[in-house]
């Protein structure tokens, strides 16, 4: 609390925004990501591919062969969850 009180006295309201912070650079640039939401998306026959629906292997396949991202699949769909999107749950 002291901090915040001795930064406003210094200087005023400006001061009381938060500062840059170190920490790990982002592994994917925002021009992956749009690419990584948007293949998500597609239906894989609109790409040529021989199957209906996508998986996250097969997103990561595409991803990595095609537009030379290489990711993990758990990313791709931390990257879905962050955008509000959810995998479907295939019926039996």
């Not at 992956?32 to 996508?54: N, R, Y």
């Not at 990257?79 to 039996?92: F, K, V, Y």
């Amino acid at each position: 609390m002291r901090t915040w009180l001795k930064r406003f006295s210094a200087a005023s309201l400006a001061s009381l925004s938060d500062k840059q912070r170190a920490g790990r650079p982002a592994t994917y640039t925002p021009q992956q990501v749009a690419k990584i939401i948007p293949t998500s998306l597609t239906s894989p026959e609109q790409l040529g591919l021989p199957f209906a629906s996508w998986t996250l292997d097969r997103v990561q396949a595409y991803l990595n062969e095609q537009k030379t991202i290489a990711i993990k699949r758990s990313r791709i769909d931390d990257l879905r969850i962050a955008e509000g999107l959810r995998w479907r749950m295939q019926e039996t």
